[in-house]
């Protein structure tokens, strides 16, 4: 038997635990901090998390997100994206005409893909996308992949960190938006989910279905449909 | 369907006033699901439901002018712990406040919703055209009767449940209109709030011990889970079947089983401060009682604008039946 040293937690206030409190204390604490309803903002303030069941392989799921190309597929509005100088850093446009600077970080034995990016400016990618993949029939038992995607509220959203890269004209900055992130996270994994599910079902490639070369080194190539 | 109006409510509650310290040590402090009230009412022995309906009746009779050979032609009544074993106590109400009812009808389910579950009895009889007047009564009395009891006062769920009775009186017309009232039955729920004897007896089995309501952990946090989501849906419906918006309610009563319950409703319901009335505090959980005094005990501390929209709402038990209406409250009155 494994037990804890003595003073393992000396020190350490507000933990609560059963020594402390019995069945009836923590059941008092459950019901009191269970709400029927929760303001968005106590929801999604400070973190921005989504998830979604989608019927594909996770193998599949994960080869297709660790291809940055596939954000040309499954995003709203990130476009044109084409390599830079810096190995593995991509740069294409958001909004419209914003740079948008790209980088994934992507672990097949831990199924987690990471999109780190930025806009204006590829030195410092603050916009984080946290994505982990986990096999749906350890969690659901049903097949597929369950994918959970976090953002957290770094303090760039707040204010932009690179006002003199912005563009002259008006610009929505990117942060100014957060409120929003629950709502187009969504849109943007139903599209995720769709176009995953319509591949599988037709027993067609995962994709991306890419146009031209995207040259974008080795472990991202995509798949490429002859014009 | 015809028009019915809430024309008025009124209540009695027993003059005994029970505190804390009549309860386990520690009561005041609990807080979640079982947060006790700072006081409630306990009826006495040989105070009977049938007579605390009556003291409510006359109140009512006297101030709406009700002749009650004439004007009650539908009597009903729920009772939590009913005067007999046998039948309810309708039937001597009618006797005491000299009524001559075409129909008296001792509710013995939807507990906490009792009295909307009535309104929606009564609406549909007048419908037929048989009846103009109905006086719905709801008694909480398991205060007194179950949770004072040796053996039972000491536990968690004993210093909750307070005693009093709600009446109210519905009449064919648009005086207080009636918008909307939807009640729902759960039947998957009926078999999920059960009293039991702690020697294991039925209760009408001889015995040394009380009886009490039996909560689980998993009872509770299913019945949280229901409430929760049932009271609010309903509103909404409500709202919806009336044309008109949760937020533009003036007033809602709702049965009062916690606190919690009611800050849940509230939140979601997404109602200005002020609006959601209750009287948990002084008088604990009130059962079916809980809307017709709920709604007096408002209408005593706020005045409603000519049409303001008074709305009703519950559920009871573990959830099997919930229930919430939507009322214009007295436009005709001053036009």
Redesign the interface.
């Given at each position: 038997m494994t037990e804890l040293s003595p003073l393992a937690l000396a020190g350490i206030p507000g933990l609560v635990r059963c020594e402390q409190f019995d069945?009836?204390a923590i059941?008092?604490?459950?019901?009191?901090m269970?709400?029927?309803?929760y303001p968005h903002q106590q929801v999604y303030g400070d973190y921005c998390t989504v998830h979604a069941h989608i019927d594909c392989p996770p193998e599949r799921v994960f080869s297709y997100l660790a291809n940055p190309y596939s954000l040309l597929e499954w995003t709203y509005s990130v476009r044109s994206l084409q390599p830079t100088p810096t190995p593995g850093l991509l740069v294409g446009v958001d909004a419209q005409d914003t740079p948008l600077y790209c980088r994934v970080e992507s672990h097949a034995d831990a199924l987690t893909v990471d999109y780190h990016c930025a806009w204006d400016q590829g030195r410092e990618l603050w916009m984080v996308y946290l994505n982990r993949l986990v096999p749906a029939e350890r969690v659901l038992q049903r097949p597929g992949t369950v994918l959970i995607w976090t953002n957290c509220r770094h303090p760039y959203y707040a204010k932009n960190p690179f006002p003199e890269l912005e563009p002259a004209r008006e610009r929505t900055w990117v942060g100014d938006l957060w409120p929003f992130f629950y709502a187009g996270h969504s849109i943007e994994l139903a599209n995720l989910k769709a176009i995953l599910e319509h591949r599988q079902r037709a027993g067609l490639p995962v994709g991306p279905q890419l146009l031209t070369p995207a040259g974008g080194g080795p472990g991202m190539p995509g798949e490429r449909v002859r014009s | 369907m015809t028009r019915v109006s809430l024309l008025g409510v009124a209540s009695q509650l027993p003059e005994r006033v029970v505190d804390n310290s009549f309860f386990a040590e520690g009561t005041a402090a609990?807080?979640?699901?079982?947060t006790a009230p700072t006081t409630r009412r306990h009826v006495q022995p040989g105070e009977t439901a049938a007579h605390m309906i009556e003291q409510a009746a006359r109140r009512l009779i006297e101030q709406q002018e009700i002749d009650p050979a004439r004007d009650i032609d539908i009597l009903c009544t729920n009772v939590a712990i009913p005067d007999q074993a046998f039948t309810g106590c309708g039937a001597e109400v009618a006797a005491r406040i000299g009524a001559r009812p075409r129909w008296v009808i001792d509710l013995h389910n939807s507990g906490c919703v009792s009295f909307l579950y009535q309104l929606d009895l009564a609406r549909t009889l007048m419908a037929s055209g048989e009846a103009r007047g109905a006086l719905l009564c709801c008694v909480q009395n398991a205060g007194g009767r179950l949770f004072s009891q040796a053996g039972v006062r000491q536990l968690?769920q004993a210093p909750i449940p307070g005693d009093g009775c709600g009446v109210g009186y519905v009449r064919v017309g648009d005086v207080s209109p009636l918008l909307s009232l939807v009640q729902h039955c759960q039947p998957e729920f009926a078999a999920d709030m059960t009293a039991i004897a702690e020697d294991g007896r039925q209760y009408w089995e001889p015995g040394p011990s009380p009886i009490r309501i039996a909560f689980s952990?998993a009872r509770?946090a299913a019945i949280?889970q229901r409430g929760?989501?049932l009271v609010?849906e309903l509103v909404r419906l409500a709202c919806e079947q009336a044309g008109v918006a949760a937020r533009d309610l003036a007033l809602l009563v709702t049965n009062q089983p916690?606190p919690?319950f009611l800050?849940?409703?509230r939140?979601?319901l997404e109602l200005a401060p002020g609006v959601h009335h209750d009287t948990f505090a002084r008088l604990g959980n009130l059962f079916g009682a809980a809307l017709p005094i709920n709604l007096e005990d408002a209408l005593a501390s706020r005045r409603l604008e000519p049409g303001a929209l008074v709305c009703m709402a519950g559920f009871s038990h573990a959830g099997d039946y919930a229930a919430a209406a939507v009322i214009r409250w007295r436009p005709s009155l001053h036009v």
């Open positions: 069945r009836e059941a008092e604490l459950l019901t009191e269970t709400h029927g309803a | 609990r807080r979640g699901m079982f968690t952990e509770v949280i929760n989501a609010p916690s919690i800050r849940n409703w939140e979601a």
